[in-house]
């Protein structure tokens, strides 16, 4: 049976309600190996990429301190960027820039828009940490818990500023027009949180703007400044990243509910769901669970009510529905990335895939 | 009218300094004694409004609208949750157009009408300036273009305006944002960062759609600029009252440099961005962002005196939102030193205003406007 995804209106095939026996398969994803053992080269190239998104850190440090910021501002940014992200963005980018290049490295123009990739996370980090109240992020204190709230919102403002910046110097509209659209995704995602539902297409659609837009529109801008670009390649680096960003906020939403503080840097066990936000764990529980669904509408108010809401996400596997909702991005960006030029970096980013799919933090 | 043909009344009555002027336009600006005894905001509000008729600019669309309508019903409800708590930002609302759309919600729009004039006054001060030296420059950048080209021109330029005040009002709520010392203040604040992320947000994909990426490059600048600006003393001075005791005064020079970083910067970069909308491909120097040209230095100059003006109006007239922080520059400077940085600055924008293109009624109502601020807050 034929259905439109609410989340993303792409066609798929469906053989039941989305429950611990679901069997769907996205179209043209059947044939897509997403066990492509790595090979020596493409170890070697994404050590190599690993590197260059050191160096694009270390650019992005320099566009972000300089001599005439205030001393403040230059500190809170030094704070943000001394404790290290997994920079898996950046990295994302390098790789499709090299697949869409068709083989030669990233042009300056792509790994400005790698910066700025990383550049819009980090400020959309910085303000998520004050609207939750986090105090910990990658292990070291948040902006806001240690210089407040008023200089972290200003902080977050300032990078965006600075990314603005560099996207214009690119002087390509369609880069800098995609990365605004990013960018609003971004706001959008974090204001559909204060509508919160319970309803599994709203969360699906929430994390497409959270995380894989941002994603998307960058994989889709590398594609676009890529020599000799068509249409048709950058729908495709589109969707890749867009598949790429769901499968990903899949396994940090599931990893919320497994690791431990130390593993992921932030505060977790159930951690979200402590909060108040529904990740799919918990709202795929819901779906067979009508204590939970009463708890939830209730916000967990009651003794006991968390308990019941953990208990519930064990019985009903909701975190084995939620990976396998993530494997069935990353077999869609299997399918995409094979769409694309086969050159080394595309076994690369076969190998990013899966690793991301199986990370544990 | 000519001066010639007006002169036969009453010749002395015509002329000021090297400038000539017809009867109308002279009795609208002929001395500032016709200002005195009028409400201050009602007069800078006439001649605004009057400008706006002249320049049949389509009216202003305030992104902050949006933050209201259902598409964000969360944002909304959320926002009138603050109600009844001690938070700025519900006092701003109660002084802009956040909450005037709302109605009567909780006490949020008590009395709003008159302080959301006051707010507005600002962000239509700036619009109509924009649009107006961008309007000066049109027959100069836009030769040989057709009617409907410089409607479309007009209309991208109203866009740029809205923009930009959208900017303005985005970091003005983020900067709203106070130690949460209370579950309260902490909700208020997260809907701060919300509501300015999402004008910003909205800021962005507008400049992106006007596809010319050296208007992106200039507005991001002023919003680092502003940034800057409120990292500075001037901003913390004003943060709280324990700031405000007379050994921890700014002196006149931060206060100048704040003024130049939070709204001089976001007006020249707003008007240069105007004008660059005005070219076409072809090669004019407003291309080049990257040096200033004799003209950049023109806006510059006239942006930097005009924010001055503005900022000691705004200073003066709206109301003080926390307690002994109105009117810092009365605070810092004797009133001499006051009517002086007022004199001189009035007169480089007018000196400045005259090395434009006289186009008529644009630099009319850019002198009627500096006139008017000059006039209001003579100490």
């Given at each position: 049976?034929?259905?439109?995804?609410?989340a993303?209106a792409?066609?798929f095939?469906?053989?039941?309600?989305v429950?611990?026996?679901?069997?769907?398969?996205?179209?043209?994803?059947?044939?897509?190996s997403?066990?492509?053992?790595?090979?020596?080269e493409?170890?070697?190239?994404?050590?190599?990429?690993?590197?260059?998104?050191?160096?694009?850190?270390?650019?992005?440090?320099?566009h972000?301190?300089?001599?005439?910021a205030?001393?403040?501002?230059?500190?809170m940014?030094?704070?943000?960027?001394d404790?290290?992200?997994?920079?898996?963005?950046?990295?994302?980018v390098?790789?499709?820039?090299?697949?869409?290049?068709?083989?030669p490295?990233?042009?300056?123009?792509?790994?400005?828009?790698?910066?700025?990739?990383?550049?819009?996370?980090?400020?959309?980090?910085?303000?998520?940490?004050?609207?939750d109240?986090?105090?910990?992020r990658?292990g070291?204190a948040?902006?806001?818990?240690?210089?407040?709230?008023?200089?972290?919102?200003?902080a977050?403002?300032?990078?965006?500023?600075v990314?603005?910046?560099?996207?214009?110097?690119?002087?390509h509209?369609?880069v800098?027009?995609?990365?605004?659209?990013a960018?609003?995704d971004?706001v959008?995602?974090?204001?559909?949180?204060l509508?919160?539902?319970?309803?599994?297409?709203?969360?699906?659609?929430?994390?497409?703007?959270?995380t894989?837009?941002?994603?998307?529109?960058s994989a889709?801008?590398?594609?676009?400044?890529?020599?000799?670009?068509?249409?048709?390649?950058?729908?495709?680096a589109?969707?890749?990243?867009?598949?790429?960003?769901?499968a990903?906020?899949?396994?940090?939403?599931?990893?919320?509910?497994?690791a431990?503080?130390?593993?992921?840097?932030?505060?977790?066990?159930?951690?979200?769901?402590?909060?108040?936000?529904?990740?799919?764990?918990?709202?795929?529980?819901?779906q067979?669970?009508?204590?939970?669904?009463?708890?939830?509408?209730?916000?967990l108010?009651?003794p006991?009510?968390l308990?019941?809401?953990?208990?519930?996400?064990?019985?009903?596997?909701g975190?084995?529905?939620?990976r396998?909702?993530?494997?069935?991005h990353c077999r869609?960006?299997?399918?995409?990335?094979?769409?694309?030029?086969?050159?080394?970096?595309?076994?690369?980013?076969?190998?990013?895939?899966?690793?991301?799919?199986?990370?544990?933090? | 009218m000519t001066?010639t043909?007006s002169?036969?009344?009453?010749?002395?009555?015509?002329v000021?300094?090297?400038?000539?002027?017809?009867p109308?336009?002279?009795?609208?600006?002929?001395?500032?004694?016709?200002?005195?005894?009028?409400?201050?905001?009602?007069?800078?509000?006439?001649i605004?409004?009057?400008?706006e008729?002249r320049?049949?600019s389509?009216?202003?669309?305030?992104f902050?609208?949006?933050?209201?309508?259902q598409?964000?019903?969360?944002?909304?409800?959320?926002?009138?949750g603050?109600?009844?708590?001690?938070?700025p930002?519900v006092?701003?609302?109660?002084r802009?157009?956040l909450?005037?759309?709302?109605?009567g919600?909780g006490?949020l729009?008590?009395?709003?009408?008159?302080?959301?004039?006051l707010?507005?006054?600002?962000?239509?001060?700036?619009?109509?300036?924009?649009?107006?030296?961008a309007?000066?420059?049109?027959?100069?950048?836009?030769?040989?273009?057709d009617?409907h080209?410089?409607?479309?021109?007009?209309?991208?330029?109203?866009?740029?305006a809205?923009?930009?005040?959208?900017?303005y009002?985005?970091?003005s709520?983020?900067?709203?944002?106070?130690?949460?010392?209370?579950s309260?203040?902490?909700?208020?604040?997260?809907?701060?960062?919300?509501?300015?992320?999402?004008?910003?947000?909205?800021a962005?994909?507008?400049?992106?759609?006007?596809?010319r990426?050296?208007v992106?490059?200039?507005?991001s600048?002023?919003?680092?600029?502003?940034?800057?600006?409120?990292?500075?003393?001037?901003?913390?001075?004003?943060?709280?009252e324990?700031?405000?005791?007379s050994?921890?005064?700014?002196?006149?020079?931060?206060?100048?440099?704040y003024?130049?970083?939070?709204?001089?910067?976001?007006?020249s970069?707003?008007?240069?961005?105007?004008?660059i909308?005005?070219?076409?491909?072809?090669?004019?120097?407003?291309?080049?962002?990257?040096?200033s040209?004799a003209e950049?230095?023109?806006?510059?100059?006239?942006?930097?005196?005009?924010?001055?003006?503005?900022h000691?109006?705004?200073?003066?007239?709206?109301h003080?939102?926390?307690?002994?922080?109105s009117?810092?520059?009365?605070?810092?400077?004797?009133?001499?030193?006051?009517?002086?940085?007022?004199?001189?600055?009035?007169?480089?924008?007018?000196?400045?205003?005259?090395?434009?293109?006289a186009?008529?009624?644009?630099?009319?109502?850019?002198?009627?406007?500096v006139r008017?601020?000059?006039?209001?807050?003579?100490?």
């Amino acid at each position: 049976m034929l259905r439109v995804c609410a989340a993303c209106a792409r066609r798929f095939c469906f053989s039941a309600p989305v429950r611990a026996r679901v069997s769907a398969t996205a179209i043209g994803a059947q044939d897509a190996s997403s066990s492509t053992p790595p090979t020596p080269e493409s170890e070697r190239l994404l050590s190599e990429l690993q590197a260059e998104t050191a160096t694009l850190a270390a650019d992005m440090r320099t566009h972000l301190t300089p001599d005439s910021a205030p001393d403040k501002l230059s500190l809170m940014m030094r704070h943000h960027l001394d404790a290290p992200g997994k920079l898996v963005r950046p990295l994302l980018v390098l790789l499709v820039s090299h697949v869409c290049n068709a083989g030669p490295p990233a042009c300056q123009r792509q790994r400005t828009v790698a910066i700025v990739t990383e550049m819009i996370h980090s400020a959309s980090l910085i303000h998520d940490d004050l609207i939750d109240g986090s105090d910990l992020r990658r292990g070291a204190a948040s902006v806001q818990s240690r210089f407040g709230h008023r200089d972290a919102v200003l902080a977050g403002d300032h990078m965006i500023g600075v990314a603005s910046q560099l996207l214009a110097g690119t002087g390509h509209p369609l880069v800098v027009r995609g990365m605004a659209t990013a960018i609003s995704d971004l706001v959008r995602g974090e204001l559909d949180q204060l509508g919160e539902t319970g309803d599994l297409s709203r969360y699906l659609a929430r994390t497409y703007r959270k995380t894989a837009a941002l994603l998307a529109h960058s994989a889709k801008c590398a594609a676009v400044l890529a020599p000799g670009s068509s249409p048709a390649t950058a729908a495709a680096a589109f969707e890749l990243g867009r598949s790429i960003g769901m499968a990903f906020q899949l396994v940090d939403d599931l990893l919320d509910f497994e690791a431990s503080d130390v593993q992921l840097g932030k505060p977790a066990g159930a951690a979200d769901l402590r909060r108040g936000v529904l990740t799919g764990p918990v709202l795929f529980a819901m779906q067979t669970c009508p204590q939970l669904r009463a708890a939830v509408a209730r916000r967990l108010s009651r003794p006991g009510d968390l308990q019941l809401a953990l208990d519930s996400v064990a019985r009903a596997d909701g975190v084995g529905q939620t990976r396998m909702l993530a494997q069935l991005h990353c077999r869609e960006a299997h399918w995409q990335l094979s769409q694309l030029p086969a050159v080394p970096a595309s076994e690369a980013l076969h190998s990013l895939i899966d690793r991301l799919l199986n990370r544990q933090h | 009218m000519t001066a010639t043909k007006s002169s036969s009344i009453a010749p002395f009555l015509f002329v000021r300094l090297k400038h000539y002027y017809c009867p109308p336009c002279w009795l609208t600006s002929r001395s500032s004694s016709t200002l005195v005894g009028q409400s201050p905001s009602s007069t800078l509000r006439a001649i605004l409004s009057e400008a706006e008729c002249r320049l049949q600019s389509p009216p202003a669309h305030p992104f902050v609208r949006n933050l209201l309508s259902q598409d964000l019903g969360g944002l909304a409800a959320s926002l009138r949750g603050l109600a009844g708590t001690k938070h700025p930002l519900v006092e701003d609302a109660k002084r802009s157009l956040l909450f005037s759309a709302v109605g009567g919600s909780g006490g949020l729009s008590s009395d709003s009408s008159a302080s959301s004039a006051l707010a507005s006054t600002v962000g239509q001060t700036r619009r109509a300036v924009v649009l107006l030296v961008a309007r000066a420059h049109e027959e100069l950048l836009t030769k040989g273009s057709d009617l409907h080209d410089l409607e479309l021109l007009r209309r991208r330029q109203c866009q740029l305006a809205d923009i930009a005040d959208s900017v303005y009002t985005a970091l003005s709520i983020h900067s709203r944002v106070v130690p949460p010392t209370n579950s309260d203040l902490a909700k208020g604040n997260a809907l701060a960062a919300l509501a300015g992320d999402y004008l910003l947000a909205s800021a962005s994909l507008g400049l992106a759609e006007l596809d010319r990426p050296p208007v992106v490059k200039l507005i991001s600048e002023a919003i680092c600029d502003i940034v800057a600006g409120r990292f500075s003393l001037i901003a913390n001075a004003a943060g709280t009252e324990n700031s405000l005791s007379s050994n921890k005064l700014p002196d006149l020079s931060a206060w100048l440099d704040y003024v130049r970083l939070t709204s001089a910067s976001l007006l020249s970069k707003s008007i240069r961005s105007a004008l660059i909308l005005a070219t076409d491909n072809a090669n004019y120097n407003y291309q080049q962002c990257a040096t200033s040209s004799a003209e950049d230095q023109s806006i510059e100059q006239f942006s930097e005196s005009f924010a001055i003006l503005q900022h000691a109006y705004k200073e003066k007239v709206e109301h003080p939102s926390i307690a002994g922080a109105s009117c810092l520059l009365k605070r810092i400077s004797t009133p001499a030193e006051i009517n002086d940085l007022l004199n001189s600055n009035a007169d480089q924008c007018l000196s400045t205003i005259d090395s434009w293109p006289a186009s008529g009624y644009c630099t009319h109502y850019l002198r009627q406007i500096v006139r008017a601020l000059l006039v209001e807050q003579r100490v």
